[in-house]
C-alpha cells in the first residue's frame, strides 16, 4: 500500500511489486552512487541493502521526524549518507555539484509551500509548474543524473498530458532517452485515490545525444489487472517514439497505438472545436451558500442549502440588460446549470439569486468570479469539468451556468445539435481521455477536441437523432439512438482501431 502523510504529501511506497520493480530498472552495479531524494521511511533503501550491503546510497529528507528515524535506522551502515535537508533547494541540486549514476524516488504529491519557499523556488525553477511539488523533483533529479545515469520514480501521471508540464516533457523527451511507462489506477493502493489523475513509474536514461534520444522507442504498459502484475513479465504494450511525442499538440504522450486518431488531434485532416466555438467556463457567486438554492432538499448535495421559493423563481429568457446588471422584479431566481454527468438535457435544480442587488454585490465582491459573461443566459452545450469515465454533455438552454461548465458556444448555430451528439459519443470520450486522462477538463482541452468535417448524409442524420434525444420523443428508444450515433462517429474516427 501506499501511506500517506499529509504534512509533507508524502506517500510512502509499502508495495513489493511496485519497489522490486523499480529498484530492478536501474540496474544497479558496485560501483554506482544511489540517491533519494525524498527518504521517506527508506523503503527503497531496504531493497537496495538487501541485494547488496554495502552499495553506497545518499538520501534527502526534508521531515525532521523522517530525518531522524532514517538517521537511527541506518546508523550501523556507513554506506548509507541521510542528510536532513529541502531536496529542491539544496545547495548540491542547486549549483549542479550533485552528480550521480542512479536516482529512485516517491516524490511528495502536491506539497504546500510556505511564502519564502515559494519565492525561493520560483526563482530556481522558472519554467516548470510550480504548484505541483512532484514535477520540480522530477526535474531537479534528472539535472543530477550523470550522462548515461538512470531514474526510476513513482509519480502522478499528469505530467504525461497537462499543458502546464509542457516544458518538462520537452525536457524528458530530448535530454533523456526514456526505458519503460507504466500506467495504473491510484486505487490500487488501499485508502489513496487521487480521483483526479491515476499512477505512472517512469524509468530513463539521462543521454546527452539529443538525435539518439529523439529516435528512441520506449513501451508503455497500462493493462495490469492489479498491482502484483507490475512485477511479472509485461505483455502488448503500445510503442512511441520520443521524436513522434515531441511532435504532438504541446508535446503531449497520446497514450494510442491508433494513428488516424493521433493524426486528427495533432490538426491532420480535421479542425478542433476551438475553430469553431468559443469555449468558456462560467460563473460563481463567491458566496454559494448565500446566493444558491435548490429546487428540493431532494437534489444531490442540496441538504446543506436552503430551497428555493417557487413565487421568486424567473421565467422566461432574459434580455441583455437583466442579463448583465440583474432583476428589479420580484421574480429573481435564475436556473442555473452546475456539474453533474448527464446527456443532452439537464432539468432546472438549481437556481442562483440574479437581482439587481446580488448582481451588484457579485460585481463588487473580490471572490465572485463574474467571467465570460456575454455567454450567460445564451444558447450553448455545458461540459462539466469533471466527469467520471465518459464525456457528457447538455444543452444549457438560455440559462446562467457556474464555473464547473465549460460553456460551448458555435460561432455557427447550426453546428450545436451536431456537436451535442459528437460530445456524447464514444469516439470523443476516447479523444479526450488521450488529450487529457486526468478528471478535469479545462476549455483549452475542450477547444482541442478533433472534429472531422461530416458528409451531408453524416450531419443531417446526427442533428435528427439529438432532435429526437433532446426532445425525449421516445425515451424507451434512447438506447438505440445513442447506439447508431456512436456507430456514425466510430466509422467517422476509425474507432474500429480502438477496441
Not at 541485494?51 to 541506518?74: C, F, H, R, T, W
Not at 539518439?212 to 522507442?217: G, H, K, P, R, V
Not at 446588471?325 to 454527468?341: A, E, H, L
Request: aromatic fraction near 10%; proline fraction near 4%; charge should be positive.
Amino acid at each position: 500500500m501506499v501511506m500517506a502523510d499529509k504534512t509533507y504529501q508524502a506517500y510512502y511506497t509499502k508495495s513489493d511489486p511496485i519497489t522490486d520493480y523499480m529498484v530492478s530498472m536501474l540496474n544497479l552495479q558496485p560501483s554506482d552512487t544511489v540517491f533519494e531524494p525524498c527518504g521517506g521511511d527508506g523503503v527503497f533503501v531496504d531493497k537496495i541493502l538487501a541485494l547488496n550491503g554495502s552499495q553506497k546510497i545518499m538520501v534527502y529528507e526534508l521531515n525532521p521526524q523522517a530525518s531522524a528515524l532514517l538517521k537511527d535506522k541506518y546508523a550501523h551502515c556507513d554506506n548509507v549518507i541521510i542528510k536532513e535537508t529541502d531536496t529542491l533547494l539544496d545547495p548540491s541540486i542547486l549549483t549542479h555539484r550533485l552528480k550521480v549514476s542512479k536516482i529512485i524516488g516517491n516524490p511528495p504529491y502536491g506539497a504546500v509551500y510556505s511564502d519564502e519557499t515559494k519565492s525561493k523556488i520560483q526563482k530556481v525553477y522558472k519554467g516548470i509548474y510550480l504548484k505541483e511539488s512532484y514535477t520540480l523533483f522530477l526535474y531537479a533529479c534528472i539535472q543530477s543524473l550523470s550522462n548515461g545515469g538512470r531514474l526510476s520514480f513513482i509519480i502522478p501521471d499528469t505530467f504525461l498530458s497537462l499543458h502546464r508540464h509542457r516544458s518538462l516533457r520537452e525536457l524528458i523527451l530530448t535530454y533523456t532517452r526514456i526505458e519503460e511507462l507504466l500506467l495504473f489506477p491510484s486505487n490500487f493502493f488501499p485508502g489513496v485515490n487521487f480521483g483526479y489523475a491515476n499512477l505512472c513509474i517512469i524509468t530513463l536514461e539521462r543521454n546527452n545525444n539529443v538525435t539518439a534520444n529523439l529516435s528512441n522507442t520506449f513501451h508503455v504498459y497500462n493493462n495490469f489487472a492489479s498491482v502484483v502484475d507490475i512485477d511479472r513479465p509485461k505483455k502488448g504494450g503500445i510503442t512511441l517514439t520520443q521524436r513522434n511525442v515531441l511532435r504532438n499538440v504541446d508535446s503531449n504522450f497520446l497514450i494510442t497505438d491508433n494513428a488516424v486518431l493521433s493524426d486528427l488531434i495533432n490538426g491532420k485532416s480535421s479542425f478542433k472545436i476551438g475553430d469553431i466555438a468559443c469555449c468558456v467556463t462560467g460563473f460563481y457567486s463567491g458566496d454559494d451558500k448565500h446566493y444558491l438554492h435548490p429546487i428540493s432538499e431532494e437534489i444531490r448535495n442540496a441538504k446543506r442549502y436552503s430551497t428555493v421559493l417557487p413565487e421568486v423563481i424567473h421565467s422566461g429568457i432574459l434580455i441583455e440588460e437583466g442579463g448583465r446588471s440583474g432583476i428589479t422584479g420580484d421574480r429573481f431566481m435564475v436556473p442555473i446549470v452546475k456539474g453533474g454527468n448527464k446527456q443532452y438535457t439537464k432539468p432546472d435544480e438549481w437556481f442562483m439569486d440574479w437581482s439587481a442587488k446580488a448582481v451588484s454585490e457579485y460585481r463588487k465582491s473580490r471572490k465572485c468570479r463574474f467571467q465570460n459573461s456575454k455567454f450567460y443566459f445564451k444558447q450553448g452545450i455545458a461540459v462539466p469539468m469533471v466527469r467520471s469515465g465518459q464525456l457528457t454533455a447538455a444543452l444549457i438552454n438560455n440559462r446562467l451556468f457556474d464555473q464547473s461548465i465549460v460553456g460551448i458556444f458555435p460561432h455557427d448555430n447550426r453546428w450545436l445539435l451536431y456537436l451535442l451528439g459528437f460530445l456524447n459519443s464514444r469516439a470523443c470520450s476516447h479523444a479526450i481521455n488521450l488529450i487529457n486522462p486526468s478528471a478535469n477538463n479545462s476549455a483549452n482541452y475542450i477547444k482541442q477536441l478533433p472534429v472531422i468535417k461530416p458528409t451531408k448524409e453524416d450531419f443531417v442524420e446526427v442533428t435528427s437523432i439529438v432532435t429526437r434525444l433532446v426532445e425525449k420523443e421516445n425515451q424507451d428508444s434512447f438506447q438505440l439512438s445513442q447506439d447508431r450515433l456512436n456507430a456514425i462517429f466510430d466509422r467517422m474516427y476509425d474507432f474500429q482501431l480502438l477496441k
